[in-house]
């Protein structure tokens, strides 16, 4: 029905057709109708004297039924063709872009002086649309300089593809300074309590999903094997550094009379995190060696369920082995990262005297954030360097054809392993980065979920593209941030509505809607690893995404 | 005694109840283009899988040398003492129905492509063909861990590596088209790319599985000379399963024609296409209706 509604759309685009229109709609209502009657309609509830009762809802349930025939209605009348059409031309435009892009901020700026004076849902609302907008003049200005470097030096050109080539290192050197200068600028413009938010739960949440997507990628998006029980190896990793910071490395001291020897944490001097972090990474990828030696036969969706069961088992062991892992209960008090050497404490010693600047419980937050941007960066220049190497492209060939690959000598039971020992070995630190952060670590930390989320990153980003990766790890962790801090949800669903119980139907709405439009990810194209003349980027068409 | 390159014996391949390949033998001679044929189902490809090691064979002995040709007087030890490969005076000697197929690339160093074409659609046709390099470029590289850290050991051997798939790329007819992924090339250059790609991992003996399918005839032609060229300039052997008539009668020394599994027919071109055997199998006669076939053929 869609597709013949497309069909006359094509043929007479600027005349719409209302009875065809009407009858999509009704479809649409009835569809909602039938649907949402025993969803929404009714709910079993319990009354005062602790009974099931039914209770309707037929407010709510009019207002999704009759949503759905306009929503379907005003699709079906309004210009498809025209607009699709005019939006293209505007992503060709940098002037209506910059003009866009120009609106939105004025908008937002009159937004959050209204949000600013006003009180109460006015003030709400005003936020809420002023984060909107905020968000549109960023992605639309953004827009109007892509266009404008397109239009100014177009990629036809050899001199256009070298000054694109310079526009995009130096935008790169632009964004590494960003993320370098970005807690400091917070700190300074928005003092301790207005920053912390935006380093701790923005800054260090994203950049601990970033890496966790990146490493990820190693294994699904260049090596092309689904791996559905990631978080195992962050798990391993956060619990290795944790036990290991509390109970001691033990080290065997041949010289000594002792032939095991257990060295502190604290013995283990301003080093202590920076040894640790290593030795969980390697643990981490011993675990990725032992999941992949059971599942090297395994293709597609039996390597998927295998590896989610494997991310089952570890979450489990760490539920059950009480002796070890403490259970539920978790591992507190895991020693916190010091400058190295130099505790972030109040008083003789800490960072702060020793620098000779007043105590602030936000410097240790500034130098955590600090290190996973380092790890980060690790983790990308790595990838970056590996995908160079024959072992990156023994990956992307084991993607493309496992048995080509064997028919080119290349041992195929390495590769894989060493795929998921270096996924692992980055979701090892990143795991240990997370323990350290935390100071405390729970079986809860390490749930499905976690996989899911990290899965749905890579996927949205674009398989095994990085900044694609980066864009959807800033969206979904960012977002669900966001969504904390707007209370006009509040005004239309209640006191009690907190917005990132809904995170994960988001989630579901964001991949609906990304395998719509942009079935391979936001980043689909893959850049060759290797060029004779010039480096042109291969259309996803092309890539594969993997089977085994 | 002659000194071939292949020697297969006995070669006997069953799937459960079903007899692929029936106590086949044949060998390949060095320098030589040899071909084989048969009839669809026949067992050619499973051959081609017993000898490049996607196989086990049920039974029988695949053996391969090169260097110095007394090394076939140890093969009878080495069968014996159940070993995979010996080196001596110069020469090596392989069995391949005990090494695993990567190994029967990297040490016994034969190359194949596939029937249905076997790229790498998302990577660059230079790519391709450094994929096809990785063994001595692993090396080069430390095995990653000198790579990682940027030794120039590796920038050397990877600029080697692209020189070669250069000249590769030139002598298809494909160096503009380097930097395109491998699945936008129009289909009979993605059969020579493969060939070019099979030739990068430096083999002694190439195995070819319907190189000319789905070519036009001038595409066949072309192949031809292709194949011709690198059994002349290359040390490089070639064994060929095509169904081309033209192609096999054109350029093949040597003809092995099998039918359910079971060499009816061994011999240079001119022979096998006179064999009343083989005309039978193509034809589908029976065995006591050859006779007048051949009196049709005019033998």
């Known amino acids: ?358 105590f602030n419980s936000i410097h240790r937050t500034i130098f955590l954030y600090y290190v996973i941007l380092m790890l980060a960066l690790l983790t990308a220049a790595m990838t970056i360097r590996l995908r160079r190497l024959p ?48 100071g405390f670590i729970s079986p809860e930390s390490f749930t499905f979920m976690e996989s899911a989320v990290i899965v749905a990153i890579v996927v949205l980003g674009g398989m095994g593209s990085q900044i694609g990766v980066a864009i959807a790890a800033i969206l979904m962790i960012g977002g669900t941030e966001l969504m904390r801090e707007l209370d006009v949800l509040k005004h239309i669903f209640g006191r009690d509505f907190d917005p990132t119980q809904y995170r994960m139907l988001l989630f579901g709405l964001g991949m609906v809607l990304i395998m719509i439009w942009k079935p391979r990810g936001l980043i689909s194209t893959r850049s060759p690893s290797v060029f004779l003349k010039e480096r042109k980027a291969v259309s996803g068409a092309h890539v594969r995404e993997g089977h085994g | 005694m002659s000194s071939p390159l292949l020697r297969v014996e006995h070669l006997t391949m069953r799937f459960g109840g079903l007899v692929a390949i029936n106590d086949l033998s044949f060998s390949a001679e060095r320098g030589q283009i040899t071909a084989l044929i048969g009839p669809n189902g026949a067992g050619k490809t499973t051959v081609f899988n017993c000898i490049t090691g996607f196989y086990k064979p049920t039974e029988g002995r695949i053996a391969l040398q090169f260097g110095d040709a007394a090394a076939w007087g140890e093969l009878e030890a080495l069968t014996q003492q159940g070993g995979r490969s010996r080196e001596r005076h110069g020469g090596s000697l392989f069995l391949l129905e005990r090494m695993p197929d990567f190994e029967v690339v990297r040490k016994a160093r034969v190359a194949r492509t596939f029937q249905n074409i076997r790229l790498f659609p998302g990577m660059t046709v230079l790519e391709n063909l450094l994929v096809a390099q990785h063994v001595p470029l692993m090396r080069a590289s430390g095995w990653t861990v000198l790579g990682l850290f940027g030794f120039p050991i590796y920038a050397k051997a990877e600029r080697a590596a692209i020189d070669k798939a250069r000249q590769w790329l030139d002598r298809i007819g494909l160096t503009d088209r380097a930097d395109d992924p491998a699945g936008d090339l129009p289909y009979g250059a993605q059969r020579e790319l493969e060939i070019a790609r099979a030739m990068c991992t430096d083999p002694v003996l190439l195995c070819l599985d319907e190189p000319a399918a789905g070519l036009n005839p001038s595409e066949s032609a072309e192949l031809a000379r292709f194949l011709r060229t690198i059994r002349n300039e290359h040390a490089t052997s070639i064994l060929l399963i095509e169904h081309d008539m033209s192609v096999v009668m054109e350029i093949s020394d040597h003809v092995v024609v099998l039918d359910h599994g079971v060499k009816i027919a061994d011999g240079s071109p001119e022979a096998v296409r006179n064999d009343p055997k083989v005309i039978a199998a193509y034809l589908g006669v029976e065995d006591d209706e050859v006779a007048t076939v051949e009196a049709e053929v005019g033998l």
């Open chain 1, 1 to 358: 029905m869609a597709s013949e509604a497309t069909q006359e759309a094509t043929q007479d685009a600027s005349r719409p057709d209302f009875a065809r229109a009407l009858r999509a709609a009704g479809f649409s209502g009835g569809i909602a109708f039938l649907l949402f009657l025993p969803l929404i309609a009714f709910l079993a509830a319990q009354n005062m004297r602790n009974e099931l009762v039914l209770e309707t809802r037929w407010p709510l349930f009019a207002v999704f039924v009759a949503s759905a025939f306009f929503g379907r209605l005003i699709w079906e009348l309004s210009p498809r063709e025209r607009l699709k059409q005019q939006f293209a031309e505007t992503l060709q435009s940098p002037i209506r872009l910059g003009t866009a892009a120009a609106t939105l901020t004025i908008a937002m700026g009159a937004l959050r002086i209204v949000a600013r004076a006003g009180f109460g849902i006015e003030s709400d609302v005003a936020l809420a649309l002023s984060y909107l907008f905020g968000t549109g003049a960023v992605v639309t200005a953004i827009g109007a300089a892509v266009a404008w470097v397109k239009s100014r030096y177009p990629a036809t050109t050899e001199s256009g593809r070298r000054r694109q080539s310079q526009i995009g290192v130096a935008l790169r050197m632009v964004a590494l300074g960003f993320l370098l200068a970005y807690p400091l600028v917070m700190f300074w413009f928005l003092g301790t309590q207005g920053s912390i938010k935006w380093i701790d739960n923005f800054g260090i949440q994203i950049l601990i999903y970033v890496m966790l997507g990146w490493g990820l990628n190693i294994v699904v998006g260049l090596a092309g094997l689904l791996d559905l029980g990631y978080v195992a190896f962050y798990a391993v990793g956060a619990y290795s550094f944790a036990l290991l910071a509390k109970n001691g490395l033990p080290f065997i001291a041949f010289a000594s009379e002792y032939p095991f020897l257990t060295v502190d944490f604290y013995q283990l001097g301003p080093w202590a995190f920076w040894v640790l972090l290593p030795i969980a990474g390697v643990l981490a990828s011993f675990w990725g060696i032992l999941l992949g030696f059971p599942v090297l036969r395994l293709r597609g969706d039996y390597l998927a369920i295998v590896t989610l069961a494997f991310g089952e088992i570890i979450r489990l062991v760490l539920i059950n082995w009480v002796d070890l892992t403490n259970g539920y209960a978790g591992i507190s008090g895991v020693p916190r990262p010091t400058f190295f050497g130099i505790p972030f404490i109040e008083g003789e010693g800490g960072f702060a005297a020793y620098f000779g600047i007043p």
């Open chain 1, 391 to 438: 072992i990156g492209r023994a990956w992307e060939a084991l993607r493309e054809d496992e048995i080509a690959c064997r028919a080119l000598g290349i041992n195929t039971v390495t590769t894989k392993l060493t795929a998921f020992a270096i996924g692992a070995m980055f979701g090892g630190f990143a795991g240990s980065f997370f323990a350290a952060r935390q």
